[in-house]
Nanobody, 125 residues
Framework: VQLQASGGGLVQAGGSLRLSCAASGRTFSGYTMGWFRQAPGKDREFVVGISWRGTNKYYADSVKGRFTISRDNAKNTVYLQMDSLKPEDTAIYYC???????????????????WGQGTQVTVSS
């Protein structure tokens, strides 16, 4: 499967952005999806994940209450709504997919098989 992330940009602190990740190439509906981010000089970190039905969602503590993940399997797309953005949210955001339909929260990047190219999010103070 190929993943294409989009929607990044420059926003002031307190603002919002909505990222999208469009999948193509294989059946999307059975995939667990996740978002990770990598800030300059830091390791890539887990942000949020969603089960293939969309019924289970799990968030990093740093984004709980501010970020919301959703998916539209008919459109082969997963979304990340980011509100109340902070400068520390600045990073390249990557979407990822795992084609194992077994449900469990996947927070490690080696638990995902496919990755998008990343989209830059910059939050100014």
């Amino acid at each position: 499967v190929q993943l294409q992330a989009s929607g990044g940009g420059l926003v002031q602190a307190g603002g919002s952005l909505r990222l999208s990740c469009a999948a193509s190439g294989r059946t999307f509906s059975g995939y667990t999806m996740g978002w990770f981010r990598q800030a300059p000089g830091k390791d890539r970190e887990f942000v949020v994940g969603i089960s293939w039905r969309g019924t289970n969602k799990y968030y990093a503590d740093s984004v709980k209450g501010r970020f919301t993940i959703s998916r539209d399997n008919a459109k082969n797309t997963v979304y990340l709504q980011m509100d109340s953005l902070k400068p520390e949210d600045t990073a390249i955001y990557y979407c990822a997919a795992d084609d194992d339909t077994t449900w469990y929260p996947r927070r490690k990047d080696n638990e995902y098989d496919y990755w998008g190219q990343g989209t830059q999010v910059t939050v100014s103070s």
